[in-house]
């Protein structure tokens, strides 16, 4: 029985270790994508522009190889009231470009790549703060926001 609680007990802190030592970049073909210590977004180690900043962390997909650019999915992670936000960073030779923010707060996402788009479709999303019923009613409705050719729209119209 020793032996089993010893063996658990290291097992927890070999887990707990990696996760300390856990970066959180992803590597285009033009360079990394990394996280600050800040919880900035950078590359190359200069922050991206227009500059992304977590509100608690962010998250960074493998890069999506679409032509000339690499593209990521960036998940902004915040807190109760709105649990995320995401962005895409177009990654090329002369730089990476951020789009604006976009999403509805959910951080129930499917993303689907076709072609040289990229769909990132969610529900809406009310916080603990609304109505039992408006949360209701935004859990039912479905996003979508489209990544082409760097720019994010939701409905045809661009995301500001």
Wanted: with cysteine; aromatic share 8%.
């Amino acid at each position: 029985m020793r032996k089993y609680i010893f063996s658990i007990t290291l097992l927890l802190l070999a887990g707990t270790s990696a996760l300390a030592q856990e970066t959180n970049s992803t590597t285009t073909r033009f360079g990394a994508l990394t996280v600050s210590e800040a919880g900035v977004l950078l590359f190359k180690g200069a922050p991206v522009q227009p500059k992304i900043e977590a509100n608690n962390s962010l998250d960074l997909s493998e890069p999506y190889q679409i032509g000339t650019s690499d593209v990521v999915l960036v998940t902004d992670n915040g807190g109760t009231a709105c649990p995320a936000l995401y962005y895409f960073v177009t990654v090329t030779k002369s730089g990476a470009k951020a789009t604006p923010a976009f999403g509805t707060c959910s951080d129930l996402i499917k993303v689907k790549r076709t072609g040289a788009s990229v769909s990132v479709s969610m529900p809406g999303y009310r916080g603990p703060f609304e109505s039992k019923r408006s949360q209701n009613r935004a859990a039912r409705e479905n996003h979508v926001f489209i990544y082409h050719s760097g720019v994010v729209t939701e409905n045809g119209k661009p995301v500001k």
